[in-house]
Structures are given as C-alpha cells and as structure tokens.
C-alpha cells in the first residue's frame, strides 16, 4: 500500500515564525502536492513538484515555499507565518503523467495549522 | 478554466437506502475522473478513477459513472452504511497537465442508524 505521511497532525505557530511542514511517500512516486483546505473553499493547490528539485506553482503560492531535495520527501515552508495561513494541509503523490491509470493521487492525514 | 460543482453539498438518509451523489464539471475534455472520500480532520481517500475512455467504474457497492459530453459524473452508493458517513469530493485534472486536479467542494453525507 503507498503510504503518504505528515510530520505533524496539529500544530500551533506564532504570527512570524518559519513554519516546515514535511511531507514523505514510500511509492517512489514523481509527482508530490500540497493542498490547502478551507471550508467553503474546498482544496486549493499551493505547489506541486514533478520530479526532484522541480517545483511548480499552484493556484495561491503567494507566502509559502517549496523544497524537494530527495525523491520521496517534499516540504512547504511558511516564510513568516500569518493568521490568514490558519488552515488544513494536505500532501500528496502520484506516479507517471495525465492519462495514465496510476494518476491516482495518495494523500497523507493533513496537518492542521493553527497561527496565533 | 476548469469548475467543478457538486450538489447537494449536503445529504441525509437512512441505513439502508441507495443514493446518489453528483458532480458536474464545465470543461469536458478531461483525462480522467476521479472521486474521493475524507473523513472528518482526515486525508483523502481515492475511491475510483475512471478514464475519459470508460462510462463506469465499480468498486464493491459504489459504481461511478462518467459521461463527459454532459459534463457529469454520479458516484451510486447502495445499500448505505453508517460507516459510509463522510464527505465526497469529485476531481478532474486541468487540461495543462502534470495531474494538477481541480476539486469540487463535496457532499457531505450522514447515514443514520
């Protein structure tokens, strides 16, 4: 079974703090995603990344980073975290391209993001 | 730009009862369908994927059905369970590729004893 898995289930960050959130996939997957979920709002792309030090920007990448070093791991990094940031986020992976039938995309539990 | 809806945002039914939930999306020239399943403060879930070549997926007692010229797909439960209580996403790729999904906002569904 792929397992996708956060460092973090709840966490609470100051107004300012660099905030890391790790995300890692056992899958040898290419593709890795991070999701934001707000109510009403639904899941809104922030970054994804295709392969190992490429990274894409997604509907609303504006006050958040991205690192992928390693093949398997990838992080969001809130530069200086804001109350706006308070929120659900959600990793996730995939292997191969669009239009195949592994595009399934994996998810991890989400990490929920209190700032203060 | 790719929207994808669904309705009701929220059900209610009984054990037992068979149901459907919908998902309509406004550009039909997708690659694939896909429908998942969160529980409360959870990830994800993949239920079924159907490719833009396939009119229906099924998997136990859900069976997805696709019909892209409408714009729709249906997600069937029969035969509801309470453990089936959950939210319901429907996704669909963008059309630019590397398997950036477009979500829909869920059904939100209470099976009761």
Redesign the interface.
């Known amino acids: 079974d792929v397992k996708v898995t956060q460092s973090s289930r709840y966490l609470v960050k100051r107004t300012g703090e660099k905030v890391f959130l790790e995300c890692v996939q056992d899958m040898d997957h290419e593709n890795m995603f991070w999701y934001r979920q707000d109510p009403g709002l639904g899941l809104r792309l922030i970054y994804f990344s295709y392969d190992v030090k490429m990274k894409e920007k997604g509907d609303i990448p504006e006050g958040y980073s991205v690192s992928r070093e390693k093949k398997e791991r990838f992080s969001l990094i809130l530069e200086s975290a804001s109350t706006n940031q308070t929120s659900m986020y959600l990793c996730a992976s995939s292997f191969g391209t669009s239009g195949s039938s592994t595009d399934t995309q994996y998810f991890g539990p989400g990490t929920r993001l209190t700032v203060l | 730009k790719q929207e994808v809806t669904q309705i009701p945002a929220a059900l209610s039914v009984p054990e037992g009862e068979n149901l459907v939930l919908n998902c309509s999306f406004t550009d039909s020239a997708i690659?694939?369908l896909?429908w998942?399943r969160q529980d409360p403060?959870?990830?994800?879930?993949?239920l079924l994927?159907i490719?833009s070549s396939q009119r229906e997926q099924t998997s136990g007692r859900l069976n997805a059905s696709l019909d892209k010229s409408s714009g729709r797909s249906t997600l069937y439960i029969a035969a509801s369970q309470p453990g089936d209580s959950a939210t319901y996403?429907c996704?669909v790729?963008m059309n630019t590729?590397?398997?950036?999904?477009v979500?829909?906002?869920?059904t939100r569904l209470l099976v009761s004893p």
């Open positions: 690659y694939n896909q998942f403060g959870k990830g994800l879930t993949s994927l490719q996403l996704a790729p590729g590397f398997q950036k999904l979500f829909g906002t869920g």
